[in-house]
């Protein structure tokens, strides 16, 4: 990823942490929900397996307005993801049980 974007998301991070990175996966599945939601399963695995490779992520500054958007308001939408550390706890919460979960169905078998 070589564009301007990637020095927002990293500054983003640096400053705000991993909260950042969670609002920023938000951010990109809110800007390509129209397209994925047209794709198969397996369009989705390359889609996500091939992001970095996308134009969006290789613009530099000025490019920006092909996608509507300047890269200082991105980082403003990022910040406005609705995303606070109670929904992150329960997140990981339920991550945890469906882990003891699955570890407790391969004992059993």
């Known amino acids: 990823m070589e564009g301007d974007i990637v020095w927002i998301l990293w500054d ?60 200082l308001k991105i980082k403003e939408e990022i910040r406005a993801v609705p995303l606070t550390n109670r929904m992150l706890e329960l997140l990981e919460s339920e991550y945890v049980n469906s882990q003891k979960k699955y570890k407790d169905i391969l004992k059993a078998v």
């Open 12 to 71: 983003g991070f640096l400053i705000e942490g991993w909260k950042w990175w969670a609002k920023v996966c938000l951010w990109l599945l809110g800007i390509f929900q129209p397209d994925l939601l047209e794709m198969t399963f397996e369009d989705i695995l390359k889609f996500f397996s091939d992001l970095a490779n996308n134009s969006f992520f290789k613009c530099r500054f000025n490019d920006y307005l092909v996608y509507a958007i300047s890269p």
